[in-house]
């Protein structure tokens, strides 16, 4: 299983960013996805998780509204909009396949 994270970056509060994770190694379609996050001395948190065909989804109180996550399953890639960022959303976002395999991470941070 490889999952590799893309997209993070600095950007001003308000803005946008949208996450990618490329998934290889399992067949992708037959799992759910999950974004989570880690601020600075906090502990690894759930962002977001999509069922496996897409259809259903689930957010954190923190960011429902302002985050999408979605999934192409013929790319086997799932992907997480961030719009409205605040400064409070800085942190580095993993993609995970059920909290058992990890990609490396990729750092947002929303600062002016």
């Known amino acids: 299983v490889q999952l590799v994270e893309s997209g993070g970056g600095l950007v001003q509060p308000g803005g946008s960013l949208r996450l990618s994770c490329a998934a290889s190694?399992?067949?992708?379609?037959?799992?759910?996805m999950n974004w989570y996050r880690q601020r600075p001395g906090k502990p690894r948190e759930l962002v977001a998780s999509?069922?496996?065909?897409?259809?259903?989804?689930t957010y954190a109180d923190s960011v429902k509204g302002r985050f999408t996550i979605s999934r192409d399953n013929t790319e086997n890639t799932v992907y997480l909009q961030m719009n409205s960022l605040k400064p409070e959303d800085t942190a580095k976002y993993y993609c995970?396949?059920?909290?058992?395999?990890w990609g490396q991470g990729t750092q947002v941070t929303v600062s002016s």
């Open positions: 999509i069922s496996n065909t897409g259809a259903g989804t």
């Open positions: 190694g399992f067949t992708f379609s037959d799992y759910a």
């Open positions: 995970s396949r059920g909290g058992s395999y």
